[in-house]
């Protein structure tokens, strides 16, 4: 089997594919109030195209993870074929999904059955009114009871994303890690990143893992735990274990050198950094009827060429075109 390397090294063995640019949140650091303008359908890949995509990553090039996102994967129809059909490639790679987890309550049973190995659900806030301040939509209760039945599937662990914004729930870092202790979920603070649409981002502003440590540090004795590899969130002990706590901190200690991670958007553009200002086009030689070698071969191109690092801190840094939602996070 062939292997997707770049030019530094760093072997892709995890491929994101984003299943929709649309969500039914509205988040503020990721989109407008109003939306964004959608991908026209005739741009998305069907699911036959998707499966051939992936199949192609796991049977030629060495993928071995494969995490489904979006834009929001639970509004995708068809989804749970599409994950019974993924779940059937050869060599049978691992298989999650990042969602805002309104809906598992009713999927995460039938998806675990397709084959669906884990979920990461969305959480940044434990209180109603912070919730549909921040997401603009008042589905709190949807989202903890998409955790539970994730948790009653066994879709475990079941991680937790969250994201801090000054002045709006920095206040509940201890709280939110107390509540996913209590549930036996995993969570992970994310360092809020230049990806959103209205370009509302300030260095400034935003909360570090640094600052989320120390919050966290006032409650719990945090132990880092050896062994991150390519992991992006470096994982703590909490009061000496079981439960742990993990800290994307993209932004003030990015970790591009042990990235393993390459994105197919909804519309068949492959990115080899969540940050690329350049896409590989795979679409198009798909629907041109090319050969699976030959789409295997301008994938590999498009890894080869990844730069070092995503270059956020970076004075000249420019936020990608496409906002988070697009890419598929
Ligand atoms: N809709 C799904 C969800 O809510 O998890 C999947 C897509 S969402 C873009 C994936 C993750 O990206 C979420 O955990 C979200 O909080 C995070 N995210 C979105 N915009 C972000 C930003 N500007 N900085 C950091 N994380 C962000």
Redesign the pocket.
Known sequence: MEALVDGFGRVHTDLRI?LTDK?N?R?T???PAEGLEWLPAPELLSDDEIVRLAGIGVGQLGITHIRL??????LRRGLVELVSRLASLEPRPQLA?????IGLARLAEPLRVAGLDRV???L?TLRRATFAGMARRDRLADVLDGMAASKAAGLTPVKV???LMRGVNDDEAVDLLQFCMDEGYELRF???????AQHG?DRDVMVTAEEIMERLSVKHRLTPLPGRGSAPAETHLVDDGPARVGI?A?VTQPFCGACDRVRLTADGQLRNCLFAREESDLRAPLRAGATDAEIAVRWQAAIAGKKAGHGIDDPSFLQPSR???A???
């Open positions: 984003s969500c949140l988040c650091y990721c989109m996102t979006g834009g929001e994967p639970l999904m990042t969602t805002n987890g990461n659900v969305s940044d994303n969250a994201v994310i360092e809020q990143m230049p990806l959103d981002w994307i993209s906002p988070m939602s890419i598929g996070g």
